[in-house]
């Protein structure tokens, strides 16, 4: 479980279910991200696709708003009642927790 | 549809199950048949395509009461199948057909009526719960999943008939003083079966015929009892691998895939479904 250590979790309940981020943040950047939970995405490739597009950006809520609205906006996938501000909820409550 | 190709796996081991459903997933999404199927899941845990294994569940005590694990494909959460406690449905169904509806919530409301209508054979109400919730009497007795290709989904889910919460509630990685009389009173309210709500044992092959009840009258359909093709059997064989697999079970921290972006051998399946 090496990855998980210095990695934080943050946790948020959307409509479809718990999102469980876990975060490492360095140099005030993402350098590596799990978006995992209960909730639901399809196809669900999009969901590694949405870690992916988060690695290397700056760990402030607004730039990582703005990067996931982009991302649903430009992909193609049904997420039905979660939203960008819900992974973002995750995402800052692992940045700026435990 | 006036007929629905339709299988009945029997009891079989999750491993497999998953594997078929990942199969005839793959293919149908070439031919863009529809397809039911049910199966009565051996003991095992099957969680959700994002789920952190290593964090949700206790392995140790999933591995001593002799559970067995795997991921799935598919999204949402935990489906835990204790000895003989539940059915397990599968419907495959092309995204053009009327009867399948685009918008995600709407086509969970049209395929959990399924159970609906089987919960109707033994007299009970059953009553969608958005997103994905089959509640009954208040409590929720089935929970499903769903996956989409281009042009079919694939949608997998359960009808509980006589479930340990104990043994969930110790699978989970929850500390064992909450799971106390108490802590498994406070999920009874929230979770039922239908040996419960019937006060009696239901025999999983009633439940079996109820649930065929449920898939004719929701699809307005005959059954055409079948097998899996040569093609599906063949494609089951390949993928039975990855669900024994811990780089894909523990697809976040083991081995070859632990960075962002995780098991990505889904590529050389997605080319098989293109194959004539």
Redesign the interface.
Known sequence: MDRLEGMKEGLHKARSGLIRAFVKVDDNKIRDIIISGDFILTPEYYIDEMEKSLVGVEASRDKILEILKKFYDENNFQSPETHPEDFTEAIMKAIGGE | MDELRFIDFGFTDVYKIMAANEAMFRIAERTGENVGFLWIPDKSINM?????I??ELNLKRCKDLGYQITRR??????AFASEKSQVQYGFIGNLEDPQVPLD??ESFRKICHIIIHALEKYGLRGEFK???DVLCNGKKISGS?????NRVLLQHGTILVNFNIREMLLCCNIPLEKISDKGIKSVEERLTDLNRELGREVPLDDVNKAMRYGFEKTFNCTLRDDEMTEEEKKLTDKLLPKYHDEDWIFR??RGKT?????Y?A?EEIKEFGKKE
């Not at chain 2, 494909?73 to 935990?78: A, E, K, L, R, T």
């Not at chain 2, 632990?258 to 995780?262: D, I, L, W, Y």
């Open positions: 959700g395509y994002s789920q952190l290593e964090r494909i598919s999204g949402g959460g935990m995600m919530i958005p997103i994905n999943a769903q996956t989409r290709g976040y921290t632990r960075s962002v972006g995780a990505e889904s």
